[in-house]
């Protein structure tokens, strides 16, 4: 079956059409690996090959078609109103983490740029064991709309609350942080022709692009205002796009002390962390 499924992908143009036939039976049919190469027959063999189809047709990608996206062990609802999770962004999370992780006292998140809300969720479950308030805010209402979804699907209304703001522009002059969280959006709008058709045509705009040639806007307007919104020794996590660091790291430096930057696997510095002076 995942053959057939290899086949009909491949001949539709599909570049990744080995790891997407795959994902596609065994998320279609909910058997394992082990059961396939077993031999055991396929649920939902119907579905699976209209699936297919309906990625050749609509070049759509494959999250898209089949409704979620799986992020640091869980399911998130995703659609062409949110940026479909990436595995770069876990590097984030697990380093957010890393930086509050001992912490005794009552966690206060924000996260900038919620999207389908997989940074707040994932930190919220990994901070399970914690009293936390995580806020994410997003300029997009309809990318809180699915960020509203994952939070109730995955049980963490009590713990992540959901704002539609422009950065810090609701944010109130009492509300202060522990921590800021944020994967803006930092491709430099003039590279956008350069991008795979899946990522130009159907994630939103207002996630990838930003606006000046060096894709740093975000970082700079999130830096500035930093200080009013942390708590004393608070910190700040952002994922970072290529060749962002060093510019990030001479924003950080004027407020901010020890300042760290974690490549990905390619190599690319991918995220930097920062605690406030
Ligand atoms: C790169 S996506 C990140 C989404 C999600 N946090 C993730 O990591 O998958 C950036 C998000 O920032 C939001 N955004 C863009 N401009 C914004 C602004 N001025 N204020 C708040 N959010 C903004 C976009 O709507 C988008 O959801």
């Known amino acids: 079956m995942i053959k057939t499924i290899e086949n009909i992908l491949n001949n539709g143009g599909i570049e990744e059409y080995q790891a997407e036939a795959k994902l596609l039976v065994l998320e279609v049919s909910g058997m394992t690996y082990e059961d396939i190469l077993l031999g055991k027959k396929i649920e939902n063999a119907e579905k699976i090959i209209e699936l297919a189809k309906k990625r050749i047709e609509t070049k759509a990608p494959i999250q898209h078609i089949i409704g979620y996206a799986r992020f640091m062990g869980e399911k998130y609802i995703v659609n062409s109103n949110v940026l479909i999770p990436r595995d770069e962004t876990e590097i984030l999370v697990n380093k957010a983490y890393e930086l509050i992780k001992k912490q005794e006292n009552k966690l206060d998140i924000l996260d900038i740029g919620v999207g389908s809300g997989c940074i707040s969720c994932a930190l919220a479950k990994k901070l399970k064991e914690k009293e936390i308030e995580i806020l994410g805010v997003d300029i997009s209402v309809d990318a809180l709309e699915v960020a509203i979804e994952n939070v109730a699907k995955l049980d963490l ?121």
């Open 157 to 277: 209304v009590r713990k992540v609350i959901l704002r539609k703001s422009d950065i810090y522009l609701k944010i109130r002059e009492c509300e202060k942080f522990d921590l800021i969280v944020s994967n803006p959006p930092y491709i430099p709008i003039l590279q956008k022709e350069n991008l795979q058709k899946e990522v130009k045509d159907f994630d939103p705009k207002l996630a990838l692009f930003a606006s000046d040639d060096d894709g740093v806007e975000f970082y700079e307007r999130i830096i500035k205002d930093a200080p009013n919104c942390l708590k004393p020794n608070g910190f700040i996590a952002f994922e970072l796009g290529v060749n962002q660091a060093q510019l990030v790291k001479k924003m950080l430096e004027k407020d901010f002390k020890n300042i760290e930057i974690t490549k990905d696997l390619a190599g690319i510095e991918r995220v930097i962390t920062a605690q406030l002076i």
